[in-house]
């Protein structure tokens, strides 16, 4: 017997056995299907709101995201701020995004279309979106396409990606808990920081398959 008889001998061995007779409906299926343990740790410690929002903002900044902190009558400013010191001239808008967050800055706003090719995004200076939620543990941001978050691609072609999170509400402690509020339905786009890969020397390359600039705002009480 060959090396390939013998593997191909022992998946049929480990493979499940149709049962006999003629029931082969997804319901007799599901009475033999395994149930999947959940008693994993959910949490690793309990926090305060404020401690989440922090372990947040420390993860991020540890992968290399830019954090910002500020209230809702100083979005505008800060989001105009952060655009202008980048040097962007034009500005990738989601067409769920509340008006106001962009109402101080002057850049010439892109609107986020169906027919726009990956050439037209990529000479866009830079995309201003919201979230689904965020992950404390992780330092992940989720986007799930809403109306605030646009088309997947507009936040993985631009260079510069600003990601506003209204906190405590869209910040969670764990994965467990974000797929809990997710709907799995929707394209998610899990974040952790700015697109980054290593070759085997571990020389670090920024920008490769996203943004090669993260710029998070915490949008909160302060």
């Given amino acids: 017997m060959s090396s390939k008889d013998r593997i191909l001998a022992r998946i049929r061995r480990a493979a499940p056995q149709p049962r006999p007779g003629p029931d082969t409906s997804a319901a007799a299926d599901a009475q033999v299907a395994p149930e999947i343990p959940r008693d994993y740790l959910r949490v690793h410690g309990a926090r305060t709101p404020r401690e989440r929002v922090d372990l947040l903002a420390a993860n991020l900044t540890e992968y290399r995201a830019l954090v910002h902190r500020t209230d809702e009558e100083g979005l505008p400013l800060l989001l105009a701020r952060l655009l202008a010191e980048r040097g962007s001239r034009t500005v990738l808008v989601p067409p769920g995004l509340p008006p106001y967050w962009l109402s101080a800055a002057d850049q010439t706003r892109v609107h986020d ?48 990606h600003v990601c506003v999170i209204r906190v405590p509400d869209q910040v969670v402690d764990s994965v ?32 490769v398959h996203g943004p090669r600039t993260l710029e998070i705002v915490l949008v909160g009480a302060q």
């Fill in 113 to 160: 279309r169906e027919a726009s090719t990956p050439q037209e995004l990529d000479r866009v200076d830079s995309v201003v979106t919201g979230c689904a939620l965020a992950v404390a543990e992780t330092g992940t941001v989720v986007l799930d396409g809403a109306p605030d978050q646009g088309r997947r691609r507009i936040t993985l072609i631009p260079d510069h």
């Fill in 176 to 207: 467990p808990q974000a797929l809990e509020r997710l709907d799995p339905a929707r394209a998610l786009t899990w974040i952790s920081g700015p697109s980054a890969t290593s070759d085997i020397e571990l020389d670090r390359v920024e920008g």
